[in-house]
């Protein structure tokens, strides 16, 4: 075939497994940025290359590759920019049956069955390419299911400040000389933390957004090998079968918060995690305003109650006080978002003082904890 026969004719590209070719483009047109301020960002690029292909979205930050063997068929290898959001519509709206593609200089025609599109598509050219930010200062292997499980239990104490950016995200830091890894999240009115140990890692620090932390966990969570990250001065990347996530890193230092976490409680207490939850759960009733519990320590029983001005409610749960007393206020939905990261059947609570943080940690497992500061009772 002449070269102006195929420019005439145009490219065209098989789709040899519907399903799978459709599970990746949605996967990637999530990922792909909703504002038109940079055209080319709301576009997917499909690089279709002697049997696979590489889809490729983005949103400026954030970016993921994911590669795929025999699910296409191209006359020859090729690129195309497709608006992400639309392209992913049609193919879910498709008809069964074949489907069919043809890239015509700026336009893509789709076929199935009885129905035809046809999608405008940019220049591949202006696609950005992935700038890593210079040489990594780490790289180290960990299991996917570590990775996300760290991710999973510290992010829901981000802040959502914007004015305290580099709190918007989990601090993952190593020291020299520790053969293990932290994960820190602060809002500066609670933290949890997650420590992976046995792990063989140059000293660094990095703060990965939450939106990254929800992605990576989106892509990599279920995945039962190992995933390959690389950390350099401005970025992140991880990379498992198939699969390659990068991010920028948020600006700025994070605090250190390892003097934060007592080592001694005046206080400790333990409960059984759905029992205290069921309790923390009622509190929430006539605590949607104040957002605080009253906890009273005393007699060898917890009590908790939430009061407003249309009512209260008051439960209690047996425990060991040794003889102690404390009062004291607390954020039950800090406390209820703390304990629905631990899959132990027990929790304990060690109380230091009225104003002091509140550690929680689940009973026979010393990898997570979460810090709760407490709120000052007026009343």
Do not use: W
Not at 358 to 370: D, I
Request: with cysteine; net charge neutral.
């Amino acid at each position: 075939m002449t070269t102006a026969t195929k420019q005439k004719s145009g490219i065209k590209i098989m789709v040899k497994d519907v399903s799978r070719f459709s599970d990746k483009i949605s996967r990637v047109a999530d990922a792909c940025s909703n504002s038109s301020s940079i055209p080319i960002l709301t576009c997917m690029k499909i690089e279709v290359k002697a049997g696979s292909v590489v889809f490729t979205g983005g949103d400026g930050i954030r970016t993921i590759c994911i590669g795929e063997k025999d699910i296409v068929e191209a006359d020859e290898n090729t690129a195309i920019a497709v608006p992400a959001g639309l392209f992913s519509q049609i193919i879910n709206k498709l008809p069964s049956g074949a489907v069919e593609m043809t890239l015509r200089e700026k336009t893509l025609l789709i076929k199935a069955g009885t129905a035809k599109f046809e999608l405008q598509v940019l220049d591949v050219e202006e696609y950005p390419s992935i700038s890593f930010g210079g040489s990594a200062i780490t790289n180290f292997t960990i299991p996917a299911s570590q990775l996300t499980v760290a991710f999973r239990s510290t992010m829901y104490a981000c802040s959502t400040n914007q004015t305290m950016q580099v709190l918007q995200g989990v601090c993952i830091q190593s020291h020299e000389g520790q053969n293990e890894l932290k994960f820190t999240a602060t809002d500066r009115n609670r933290l949890s933390r997650f420590q992976i140990d046995e792990i063989a890692i140059n000293p660094f620090k990095a703060s990965v957004s939450a939106v990254s932390c929800k992605e990576i966990i989106r892509f990599f969570e279920g995945i039962e090998t190992d995933l390959k990250v690389a950390v350099t001065e401005s970025a992140l990347s991880v990379t498992g079968p198939g699969t390659m996530f990068f991010t920028k890193l948020l600006d700025g230092e994070f605090p250190e918060t390892d003097k934060l976490i007592p080592k001694n409680y005046e206080v400790e207490v333990t409960f059984e995690r759905d029992k205290l939850l069921g309790a923390l759960t009622r509190a929430t009733v006539f605590a949607k305003n104040k957002k605080m519990a009253i906890f009273n320590l005393k007699d060898n029983e917890l009590s908790i109650t939430s009061r407003a001005e249309v009512g209260q409610v008051v439960d209690s749960l047996p425990c060991q006080t040794l003889g102690k007393e404390m009062r004291i206020g607390i954020d039950v939905f800090y406390l209820i978002e703390a304990l629905k990261t631990f899959g132990e059947k027990e929790v304990r609570l060690g109380f230091m003082s009225p104003v002091q943080p509140v550690l929680v940690l689940p009973v026979g497992e010393v990898k997570s904890l979460g810090l709760v500061i407490p709120i000052r009772i007026t009343e």
